[in-house]
């Protein structure tokens, strides 16, 4: 459904109108993870260790939802361009919020292992923005202006707010009556304070290029690497999802086990991954073309440049989820730190000269250089060749086909 909104948006607004929306949905997701301060991954890692409550750590994160949006809110005004119309800053605040608000109620879902309702959740807003999409349509001979689908989208948001707080109200998950002073405010700040710095080079990692595309380039090349961008990085939805249902586990085992998980759900994410690459790198520019008109066929260029870049990423997502769970956040800290800053110099000589495809170049260095040091710090931790992490065995192939007969 993600795919078929960004197919109905991209071909109504066009590369130009491609490119403003996609700077703004870029501003919002730099000023959001800055905002959320890592609670929602704290709260994972809290709520389950020895001898905490879980009940004080959800009263604690429900007392720092309020500051949270208020931050994030003051961050979209602050740093929104002054000639954003007002109907664009007013949807954009109203996403902030509810991604925080929805960001920190998955957090005590995931503390749960209740992934399932967060998945309902997802699918809903999908539905109800493609859904939105197809009754401005047929409503109205109007083509959809940014503003447009920025409301469609605040309104997949709230439901799926809705949907997240209906899941929790059924989990036995409510807050304790520990007074403030008690409650582990110390653990979750200390835990996502590190996640956060983390979390934020990593976003910058992704979407600066995008911010920083509209001075250093034209809003038409904006949107076609932001489409190409947009496409090759559907792939991310495998290793996002396989990440989110391990993290959970990867906090409550340790040692081999932890590890050998990791290896098993990285090499076989990387396997997924490939072969759908090869084949959009293959028929790129007739992809593009039937996806979103020929007027983005040009971005056919951009995406192959940054495919390896997308599958490399891969391995990063995966591999860096042994070390959230284990609390090592000092290495990804350090690899974000450099492959950012390394991703702002090589956007500020490429983007000028080549517009989207030296945007798309850059990321796949960085991306690749970044999942190639984490893979190295796992493997190095847990004493597992760099082989399990990368090849699938024979023997498990044998297994699964085993199992589907």
């Known amino acids: 459904m993600q795919f078929f909104f960004n197919i109905a948006t991209t071909r109504a607004l066009m590369p130009e109108g491609k490119g403003i929306f996609s700077s703004t949905t870029g501003l919002i997701g730099i000023c959001t ?30 007392w720092m939802t309020v500051p949270m949006c208020l931050a994030v809110t003051a961050a979209v005004l602050l740093f929104s361009p002054s000639d954003l119309p007002a109907g664009v800053q007013v949807a954009a605040v109203g996403m902030a919020c509810a991604f925080m608000i929805s960001g920190n109620l998955e957090g005590l879902l995931r503390s749960r292992q209740r992934t399932l309702a967060i998945n309902a959740s997802a ?28 409301d469609i ?22 807050p304790s009556s520990t007074r403030l002073g008690a409650l582990p405010w110390r653990d979750l700040v200390s835990y996502g304070a590190a996640y956060q ?45 396989v990440g989110s249902v391990v993290l959970p586990r990867l906090v409550e085992d340790g040692g081999k086990r932890s590890a050998a998980l990791t290896a098993a759900a990285t090499r076989w994410s990387l396997l997924v991954v490939i072969f759908p690459a090869l084949g959009m790198a293959l028929l790129a520019p007739w992809l593009l073309g039937l996806l979103y ?16 870049g997308t599958v490399s990423g891969t391995v990063y997502l995966v591999a860096a989820s042994n070390l959230v769970a284990k609390g090592q956040l000092r290495p990804l800290i350090t690899i974000g730190v ?28 960085t991306y690749t250089a970044s999942a190639v040091a984490v893979l190295w710090v796992v493997a190095r931790d847990s004493g597992l060749p760099l082989s399990d992490f990368l090849l699938v065995k024979p023997a498990e192939v044998q297994r699964l086909l085993r199992r589907g007969r």
């Open 33 to 62: 993870t800055v905002a959320s301060f890592g609670v929602s991954k704290a709260t994972i890692q809290v709520a389950n260790r020895p001898g905490v409550n879980p009940r004080d750590v959800y009263a604690a994160v429900w």
């Open 123 to 150: 699918l809903l807003q999908l539905a109800v923005t493609l859904g939105g999409v197809g009754l401005h349509l047929w409503q109205t001979s109007d083509p959809l202006s940014v503003v447009n689908v920025l």
């Open 153 to 174: 989208v605040l309104v997949g948001w709230v439901v799926r707010l809705l949907v997240l707080f209906a899941a929790y109200v059924r989990v036995d998950a409510w």
């Open 197 to 241: 710095v983390y979390a934020i080079t990593w976003t910058l990692h992704m979407r600066q290029d995008i911010t920083l595309a509209p001075y250093l380039t034209t809003a038409t090349e904006v949107g076609l690497y932001a489409t190409a961008g947009g496409l090759a990085q559907m792939l991310w939805k495998v290793p996002t999802a």
């Open 293 to 308: 008109g020929a007027d983005f066929a040009a971005a056919a260029l951009p995406m192959r440049v940054l495919l390896p």
């Open 338 to 365: 450099a492959c950012t800053g390394a991703n702002a110099l090589l956007n500020l000589v490429l983007q000028p000269l080549y517009g989207g495809t030296g945007a798309a170049l850059t990321s796949c260095i």
